[in-house]
């Protein structure tokens, strides 16, 4: 089973994906691991990324997802997946792969990236992610805004009886 926990930046995909991860004793990955260093230059220097630059990363998430699925891994893969296109990419195997969707407002969202440190994507570029994001209509929805122990206790049990 893959489960990709989406969301703009600041939903808390990353902290949620490892200790969802780490409660089920699955494998966490990272899709900004697999972005190449000229989409991350573009971000850090407040440039919004365009499908353009977003393709290859997909496809690389795309194979590792199908390596994964072949070798029946549980894996937890924090990814923004922003576009409908984009999950369809991903989610080639629905039976075996599930989208948590952290939903925050813009609010939440920009306080958070305003108070974090070290991280190549900057609160300006919030209003772009939020402006390419489709909300999926297919997807386990939870309110980041909860303490994470909740919302790790949601997406558990959204997982376990869905």
């Not at 230059?41 to 997909?58: H, N, Q, T, V, Y």
């Not at 929805?141 to 303490?147: G, K, L, M, N």
């Amino acid at each position: 089973m893959i489960t990709i926990v989406m969301g703009v930046s600041g939903s808390g995909k990353t902290t949620v994906g490892k200790l969802l991860a780490q409660s089920l004793n699955w494998d966490f990955s990272d899709a900004d691991d697999f972005h190449p260093s000229a989409n991350i230059d573009k971000m850090s220097r407040g440039i919004p990324l365009e499908d353009a630059d977003r393709l290859p990363w997909l496809l690389k998430l795309q194979a590792a997802i199908d390596r994964w699925l072949l070798e029946n891994k549980n894996v937890v893969l924090a990814c923004s997946a922003l576009k409908a296109s984009y999950r369809e990419i991903l989610c080639r195997d629905p039976q075996r792969m599930k989208i948590v969707y952290l939903k925050g407002s813009f609010e939440l969202l920009s306080a958070r990236l305003t108070s974090r440190e070290n991280h190549y994507m900057k609160a300006d570029l919030l209003l772009s992610q939020l402006d390419t994001l489709e909300e999926p209509q297919d997807a386990i929805i939870i309110d980041a805004s909860q303490p994470l122990d909740i919302i790790v206790r949601q997406i558990r049990n959204h997982l376990m009886c869905g």
